[in-house]
T-cell receptor, first 115, second 115 residues
Framework: AQKVTQAQTEISVVEKEDVTLDCVYE???????LFWYKQPPSGELVFLIR??????QNEISGRYSWNFQKSTSSFNFTITASQVVDSAVYFC????????????FGSGTKLNVKP | DAGVTQSPTHLIKTRGQQVTLRCSPK?????VSWYQQALGQGPQFIFQ???????QRGNFPDRFSGHQFPNYSSELNVNALLLGDSALYLC??????????????FGQGTRLTVV
């Protein structure tokens, strides 16, 4: 069975602090994909990153970085120098190899960035 | 290029009633998935439509049904509404045809309240 766990329900930081959002997943599939989505108050899920199970290279995109470790089944997301606009709920998700539109989502981490 | 559009944005229904939610996929997309997101939770997969047929289904009762039209738009129907059906319903579209498997784009959702 597929499962994604985001143990941090809510995190509050002050602007310019770095923050890491944790994600642990379970799957028996050898090929799978991991995602991070951002959900602002408007409700729409905004795609941030996709990673396949064979690519363990860390990725950096501006202030965002992702650390994928298959050995610990983790796919953590770090925001460097956080900004108030980063305040949102962040979801980690797992999908099957050939179906990018069937997600198993974690319960989300609400990030509050205070000025 | 319009993204995924959902209607209505908000809806209030009484227990026992029936409701229909609508989704227009992003231009060029042929696959639609529906998700239910209860307050404070991650989205849960309801079902996926491709080529006008339900292809996959999550752990939801038969009260939840759907349809996909030739223009790829989709409806989600929920019968005999329960208070527990109150949630944000998200639609996500992607392109699966011709051997492709593209990123999913989400709509802003329909907020359903059952009273």
């Amino acid at each position: 069975a597929q499962k994604v766990t985001q143990a941090q329900t809510e995190i509050s930081v002050v602007e310019k602090e770095d923050v890491t959002l944790d994600c642990v997943y379970e799957t028996r599939d050898t090929t799978y994909y991991l995602f991070w989505y951002k959900q602002p108050p408007s409700g729409e899920l905004v795609f941030l990153i996709r990673r396949n199970s064979f690519d363990e290279q860390n990725e950096i995109s501006g202030r965002y970085s992702w650390n994928f470790q298959k050995s610990t089944s983790s796919f953590n997301f770090t925001i460097t120098a956080s900004q108030v606009v980063d305040s949102a709920v962040y979801f980690c998700a797992l999908s099957e190899a050939y179906n990018f539109n069937k997600f198993y989502f974690g319960s989300g981490t609400k990030l509050n960035v205070k000025p | 290029d319009a993204g995924v559009t959902q209607s209505p944005t908000h809806l209030i229904k009484t227990r026992g009633q029936q409701v229909t939610l609508r989704c227009s996929p992003k231009s060029g997309h042929d696959t639609v998935s529906w998700y239910q997101q209860a307050l404070g939770q991650g989205p849960q997969f309801i079902f996926q439509y491709y080529e006008e047929e339900e292809r996959q289904r999550g752990n939801f009762p038969d009260r939840f049904s759907g349809h996909q039209f030739p223009n790829y738009s989709s409806e989600l129907n929920v019968n005999a509404l329960l208070l527990g059906d109150s949630a944000l319903y998200l639609c996500a579209s992607s392109l699966k045809g011709r051997g492709l498997n593209t990123e999913a784009f989400f709509g802003q959702g329909t907020r359903l309240t059952v009273v």
